[in-house]
């Protein structure tokens, strides 16, 4: 994933590593002032302490952290013989996409109705993880 800066003269790549380390690289476009190539790797921790984000962004990927960890602790989870099957697990391979975008239709639909916005967007969130997640098995295969 890539995003110019505001000056329209750097591009950052984001990447997760097997850390769970955000790495960004910046790469200059043209007329960089002396910034070319610049590259740094950082947690969420060291980005907000080096101003990198500026919506808070780094407060809300670690509440999307917690929010996803806790859903494996909750109902939606097969505990069944001891078991850890997700309800995406037991919906066949070729539905899983249609299933993954309802659900971000749906959450994204009411989230400012049901009286629980901050919940539904953060489920909207997940539902499109998941989903990246199975198009890129798709085209890993």
Request: hydrophobic fraction near 30%.
């Amino acid at each position: 994933m890539f995003i110019m800066d505001e000056d329209q003269y750097t591009q950052y790549n984001f990447n997760i590593n097997n850390e769970d380390k955000i790495e960004i690289t910046k790469k200059s476009i043209s007329g960089c002032g002396g910034l070319c190539g610049d590259s740094l790797e950082s947690n969420l921790d060291n980005a907000s302490v080096n101003n990198f984000w500026r919506y808070n962004e780094d407060k809300i990927l670690k509440q999307l952290d917690e929010y996803i960890k806790g859903t494996y602790r909750q109902h939606y989870v097969d505990r069944t013989g001891g078991g850890t099957e997700q309800t995406l697990d037991k919906i066949k391979h070729n539905r899983r996409e249609g299933f993954c975008a309802g659900n971000i239709t749906k959450y994204i639909d009411r989230y400012d109705t049901k009286g629980t916005p901050r919940a539904d967007l953060f489920k909207v969130l997940h539902y499109t993880i998941l989903l990246i997640n199975h198009l890129n098995l798709i085209e890993n295969n």
